[in-house]
């Protein structure tokens, strides 16, 4: 769903929303114990996706401001409870300036666009004092919560992000949080006499059964001190090939970032026109230097990104891939990770939010999520999407992964595990951006499922014979 077409769905669930939680009741009151344990009365608390107003007003707050950007929810909440105060704001475009003790995130991630977004403007409305209460569903759950809605035992939500803990994590790293604790809760969401108790405060409590949680929890605070965040100039390299029909959103979404920034294309040998239409975009665009290399006899993307490396002279690189799966906008995200030392070598990933239909097809999603767990065995850090285009060094340590390229030898025309390997081996700290994939517009893909999957497995072998043996 669209952002526009959320909000109508909530408006309209609004009148409803009272009725299908008092059906979860369990479920909700277990929650609200857990909120009442960790947040304790007359504190200040915000909760962001308030809904109509039921758990804020629960919490007995000596402050309370309700976000939810569904404009009825959030007038269902104003009548149940006037002596609160509830707006309606969304918090991926926030605009208030506020600072409390505790803000409360109850199983909202689920619904957001641009987590990334959402965690960055929480630092509009806590301190290192405040405590960032988040929950959300445990994705081992994603097959039985579905199978619930089609049953009618939950009401039906929009499409969910279902996020790992890890996931969770790793984008409040991003934005300044750190995590100060986080567990699982409700192993029985339904109520059975005693066997709900048992499940709930007992087992779930126990080795083994104590991740397998419906409930993931996380508890987080504000990094108090904060790098100031460097100044570099950038380089992105668009690597091509019968790509003329995006050329035109290339230019127009791609964002300014740094002190200073070229583009520089590696051209294929394309037959549709796309030096010309690069060409003809950049004249639009006179502040920024394009370059336009041709790739000539030599084939594959690695060619054409160390070709397109070795002509830029930006302090950070960037590759963007040029049929637009990734949004040109989201380099802003990357930028941001590498200028405030969230790592050395920033990699996407496109397995966190969901894809648009058609997008990825199945074996590929397969393929990516069997060799995401051989690589992060491999290589000692997670990597949870091995070949996202999308992916950011600072030239120095490109330089040093160029230097000991012969370790591992020419066996990569992706250029994806080139530099994942070159990185891990000069032991450089790769943190990954999740972004969310979109389907190809134009053109076609330049990957081959079967073909290419043997490559993988055969690079996967280099991997462990070069870092995990050696």
Same mark, same amino acid.
């Given at each position: 769903?669209?952002?526009?077409?959320?909000?109508?769905?909530?408006?309209?669930?609004? *009148?409803?929303?009272?009725?299908?939680?008092?059906?979860?009741? +369990?479920?909700?009151?277990?929650?609200?114990?857990?909120?009442?344990?960790?947040?304790?009365?007359?504190?200040? %608390?915000?909760?962001?996706?308030?809904?109509?107003?039921?758990?804020?007003?629960?919490?007995?707050?000596?402050?309370?401001?309700?976000?939810?950007?569904?404009?009825?929810?959030?007038?269902?909440?104003?009548?149940? +409870?006037?002596?609160?105060?509830?707006?309606?704001?969304?918090?991926?475009?926030?605009?208030?300036?506020?600072? =409390?003790?505790?803000?409360?995130?109850?199983?909202?991630?689920?619904?957001?666009? #641009?987590?990334?977004?959402?965690?960055?403007? !929480?630092?509009?409305?806590?301190?290192?004092?405040? /405590?960032? %209460?988040?929950?959300?569903?445990?994705?081992?759950?994603?097959?039985?919560?579905?199978?619930?809605?089609?049953?009618?035992?939950?009401? &039906? #939500?929009?499409?969910?992000?279902? !996020?790992?803990?890890?996931?969770?994590?790793?984008?409040?790293?991003?934005?300044?949080?750190?995590?100060?604790?986080?567990?699982?809760?409700?192993?029985?969401?339904?109520?059975?006499?005693? $066997?709900?108790?048992? =499940?709930?405060?007992?087992?779930? &409590?126990?080795?083994?059964?104590?991740?397998?949680?419906?409930?993931?929890?996380?508890?987080?605070?504000?990094?108090?001190? /904060?790098?100031?965040?460097?100044?570099?100039?950038?380089? *992105?390299?668009?690597?091509?090939?019968?790509?003329?029909?995006?050329?035109?959103?290339?230019?127009?979404?791609?964002?300014?970032?740094?002190?200073?920034?070229?583009?520089?294309?590696? #051209?294929?040998?394309?037959? #549709?026109?796309?030096?010309?239409?690069?060409?003809?975009?950049?004249?639009?665009?006179?502040?920024?230097?394009?370059?336009?290399?041709?790739?000539?006899?030599?084939?594959? &993307?690695?060619?054409?990104?160390? &070709?397109?490396?070795?002509?830029?002279?930006?302090? $950070?690189?960037?590759?963007?891939?040029?049929?637009?799966?990734? %949004?040109?906008?989201?380099?802003?995200?990357?930028?941001?990770?590498?200028?405030?030392?969230? @790592?050395?070598?920033?990699?996407?990933?496109?397995?966190?939010?969901?894809?648009?239909?058609?997008?990825?097809? =199945?074996?590929?999603?397969?393929?990516?999520?069997?060799?995401?767990?051989?690589?992060?065995?491999?290589?000692?850090?997670?990597?949870?999407?091995?070949?996202?285009?999308?992916? *950011?060094?600072?030239?120095?340590?490109?330089?040093?992964?160029?230097?000991?390229?012969?370790? =591992?030898?020419?066996?990569?025309?992706? @250029?994806?595990?080139?530099?994942?390997?070159?990185?891990?081996?000069?032991?450089?700290?790769?943190?990954?951006?999740?972004?969310?994939?979109?389907?190809?517009?134009?053109?076609?893909?330049?990957?081959?499922?079967?073909?290419?999957?043997?490559?993988?497995?055969?690079?996967?072998?280099?991997?462990? $014979?070069?870092?995990?043996? +050696?």
């Amino acid at each position: 769903m669209t952002k526009e077409e959320k909000i109508r769905f909530f408006d309209a669930a609004a *009148v409803f929303r009272d009725a299908r939680r008092a059906r979860s009741r +369990h479920y909700h009151r277990e929650l609200l114990n857990f909120f009442r344990f960790l947040i304790p009365a007359n504190s200040s %608390v915000m909760e962001i996706g308030s809904g109509t107003g039921g758990l804020l007003s629960e919490l007995a707050p000596s402050k309370a401001l309700g976000l939810d950007f569904s404009q009825a929810m959030t007038a269902a909440a104003k009548a149940a +409870h006037p002596d609160l105060d509830f707006r309606t704001a969304d918090i991926e475009a926030l605009e208030i300036n506020e600072k =409390f003790e505790y803000v409360v995130m109850q199983d909202l991630l689920g619904n957001l666009d #641009d987590i990334w977004m959402a965690f960055r403007n !929480l630092s509009k409305v806590t301190t290192s004092e405040t /405590r960032v %209460v988040i929950t959300a569903y445990n994705p081992l759950w994603e097959p039985l919560v579905m199978l619930a809605e089609a049953a009618g035992l939950k009401g &039906k #939500d929009p499409r969910q992000n279902w !996020l790992a803990m890890a996931d969770i994590e790793n984008l409040l790293y991003l934005n300044n949080y750190e995590v100060v604790k986080k567990g699982y809760r409700f192993l029985m969401p339904f109520y059975i006499p005693m $066997v709900s108790a048992f =499940f709930n405060r007992f087992l779930a &409590k126990m080795p083994f059964f104590k991740e397998l949680g419906l409930i993931q929890f996380i508890i987080a605070r504000e990094t108090p001190a /904060r790098p100031e965040p460097k100044s570099y100039s950038v380089a *992105v390299v668009v690597p091509c090939r019968d790509e003329a029909g995006n050329m035109e959103r290339l230019f127009k979404e791609l964002p300014d970032l740094g002190k200073g920034m070229e583009l520089v294309f590696v #051209d294929g040998n394309s037959s #549709d026109g796309t030096v010309e239409k690069i060409r003809e975009e950049s004249a639009k665009r006179p502040g920024l230097p394009v370059k336009v290399i041709l790739q000539g006899g030599a084939f594959g &993307k690695a060619d054409a990104v160390r &070709k397109g490396f070795d002509a830029c002279s930006g302090d $950070v690189l960037m590759i963007l891939d040029a049929d637009l799966t990734v %949004v040109p906008e989201d380099l802003r995200k990357f930028y941001a990770a590498i200028a405030e030392g969230k @790592g050395e070598f920033i990699n996407g990933s496109r397995l966190v939010y969901p894809m648009e239909k058609g997008a990825m097809r =199945f074996l590929n999603m397969l393929g990516n999520k069997t060799f995401s767990l051989i690589f992060t065995w491999t290589m000692g850090q997670r990597i949870k999407d091995t070949l996202c285009g999308t992916k *950011v060094l600072l030239r120095a340590n490109y330089d040093k992964i160029k230097a000991g390229r012969s370790y =591992f030898g020419d066996f990569d025309p992706f @250029g994806d595990f080139d530099l994942l390997f070159g990185a891990s081996k000069l032991n450089l700290k790769i943190t990954e951006l999740p972004v969310s994939y979109k389907e190809r517009k134009y053109g076609e893909t330049k990957i081959s499922r079967f073909r290419h999957g043997l490559l993988l497995f055969r690079m996967a072998f280099i991997a462990f $014979v070069k870092l995990k043996l +050696h």
